[in-house]
């Protein structure tokens, strides 16, 4: 399953292909996420699009999109709505929920290519599915764990840190583990 264990760098002339998991592959897509992710996987909540990188016909990487945060103050004081007008215009925005490499994989810039490929076809997927088009995406980056750099080489602006909390159940829980947004 990976292409390749040490360090190589992506030419013009590979074929790297990001597209929608046909439904037979969502199950791999979850497995695969589940036990590779280091957040796991379980479920996404909402209006989701789960995307497979496939590079000279092997799987490399795995995306996942799903519907973007209630609450993101940074976000919300950013693009400058008001509470009403948020939950009109709040399923226009998409969250990056899940970004996967899979182990074994070590090419140079493949994360900012596959956001490219993925975002270049998101919204017009996302309308197909459920109606309405994407206008603006966001993430949550764990810095302990990166640095956001194939965010910021994909032109990506990192807004502020969240406040460490979670949501799980409806319900909002202390976490302690701010992430940058």
Same mark, same amino acid.
């Given at each position: 399953? =990976?292409?390749?264990?040490?360090t190589s ?5 590979d ?23 280091y957040?796991? !996987?379980?479920?996404?909540?909402g209006?989701?699009?789960? !995307?497979?990188a496939?590079?000279?016909?092997e799987i490399v990487a ?5 519907s973007?945060?209630? #609450? ?5 004081k950013?693009i400058?709505w008001?509470p =009403?007008?948020?939950?009109? %215009? ?6 990056n929920?899940r ?9 140079r810039?493949l =994360? ?14 996302w ?19 990166? #640095?956001g750099?194939?965010y ?9 840190s969240?406040q460490?909390?979670? %949501?799980?159940?409806? #319900?909002? !829980?202390?976490?302690?583990n701010p #992430?940058?947004r």
């Amino acid at each position: 399953m =990976a292409k390749e264990t040490a360090t190589s760098t992506l030419s013009r002339a590979d074929v790297l292909e990001v597209r929608l998991a046909g439904r037979e592959e969502e199950s791999e897509w979850d497995k695969l996420m589940s036990s590779c992710h280091y957040l796991g !996987y379980r479920r996404t909540v909402g209006e989701s699009l789960k !995307y497979l990188a496939v590079l000279e016909g092997e799987i490399v990487a795995l995306i996942g999109w799903s519907s973007a945060a209630f #609450k993101n103050i940074h976000r919300d004081k950013w693009i400058g709505w008001l509470p =009403a007008i948020q939950w009109k %215009r709040l399923k226009f925005i998409a969250s990056n929920s899940r970004f996967l490499i899979l182990p074994g994989v070590r090419i140079r810039n493949l =994360a900012s290519r596959i956001l490219s490929l993925n975002l270049s076809r998101l919204s017009s997927d996302w309308e197909r599915a459920y109606g309405y088009p994407v206008v603006m995406v966001e993430t949550f980056v764990d810095p302990a764990r990166f #640095k956001g750099t194939c965010y910021r080489a994909s032109a990506w602006q990192e807004l502020g840190s969240t406040q460490g909390f979670g %949501r799980n159940g409806g #319900k909002y !829980y202390y976490h302690g583990n701010p #992430k940058m947004r």
